[in-house]
């Protein structure tokens, strides 16, 4: 199958290519687009270019080549994951904790793209072979809610939501030590760590990263706190409770592992989700209860107040 070869002239001045393609055809994300320029496949004025962020002038002639999209070729597994909701444009699940989304280097068996692939009839193509149907992602070791877009159109109205900041996230995590205000805003730059690449640090350079916090409950020594996140940033939320002076109880990479409770990984949890439906419009929120092992452990502790 030959690629979708797209050719148009620029109405405008863009600031970046990818803003000006996107804007352009509303099937294609973002991301799509950058991976598009970043892999040879846009011409601008007759030249292949490759900066997402190339500025592009009003009367401009810009090709793009859509490669056809491949079959899937990831194997189904029956690997445990809870699908809370579903129909014929999305799904929602619960995905469990030390489940990886979609497959990687090291990972290619029981992610949950291969359980989605044993349990739902359909999925986007638009994030490729290796990401069909996933939105957004949870760390491996974060368990609770994710939406899974069933076909490209849903795909497309999910991420600009997202992006658009009226789909809602909302996360519950146990954090060391006693957090001393109330509620408040996170607003910093995270970038990879100079010392790690597979960290992220706050930085004065990087990406632009908000989260809003409020205490839930305090206990001796720890405090449970509800999250919600304005952007959505690789392992923001555990990179800002280290930055808080306070890491979430669990977490090996951002704080102090586990000394005390025999936890596998962070206790972070996606407990509710809202969101527009892509085809229908209705506003829905979806609601998972926190695991039992992580129930186990606000048990173990003692209330303050």
């Given amino acids: 199958m030959p690629a979708d070869v797209r050719r148009f002239i620029a109405e405008e001045d863009f600031s970046r290519l990818d803003v000006c393609i996107q804007g352009r055809f ?6 799509a687009v950058k991976k598009l320029i970043e892999d040879g496949n846009v011409v601008l004025c007759g030249v292949v270019c490759k900066k997402a962020g190339e500025k592009v002038k009003s009367g ?18 029956d690997a445990p994951v809870e699908i809370i909701y579903q129909d014929k444009d999305i799904a929602v699940v619960n995905k469990p904790q030390g489940m990886v989304v979609h497959p990687a280097p090291g990972a290619y ?10 349990r739902l009839d359909s999925l986007s193509g638009i994030n490729g072979v290796m990401r069909p149907g996933i939105v957004h992602r949870l760390d491996k070791d974060t368990s609770g809610l994710l939406v899974i877009a069933k076909n490209d159109a849903a795909h497309v109205n999910l991420q600009k939501q997202i992006a658009e900041k009226s789909a809602r996230r909302i996360y519950l995590a146990l954090l060391e030590g ?4 109330d509620e408040g805003t996170i607003d910093t730059f995270l970038d990879r760590s100079s010392s790690d690449r597979k960290k992220y640090t706050v930085s004065r350079t990087g990406r632009r990263a908000v989260t809003h916090f409020k205490v839930e409950k305090r206990y001796c ?4 706190v509800r999250f919600e996140l304005e952007t ?16 979430v109880a669990g977490d090996f990479t951002y704080g102090h592992g586990d000394k005390k409770f025999g936890l596998k990984g962070q206790l972070l949890h996606a407990s509710r989700l809202i969101l527009t439906h892509p085809a229908t419009g209705e506003r829905m929120e979806f609601y998972a209860p ?12 003692k209330p303050l107040g």
């Fill in 109 to 118: 068996g029981d992610t949950l793209v291969n359980a989605l692939l044993g």
């Fill in 290 to 301: 926190l695991p039992d092992y992580f129930v186990q452990v606000l048990d173990k502790l």
């Fill in 26 to 31: 509303s099937d294609l994300t973002r991301s």
């Fill in 60 to 77: 401009s002639e810009i090709t793009v080549s859509v490669p056809p999209v491949r079959e899937l070729s990831l194997a189904p597994s």
């Fill in 178 to 181: 006693e957090v001393k205000k």
């Fill in 221 to 224: 020594g720890y405090t449970l």
């Fill in 232 to 247: 959505g940033r690789t392992h923001q939320i555990r990179v800002h409770a280290k930055f808080m002076g306070h890491p």
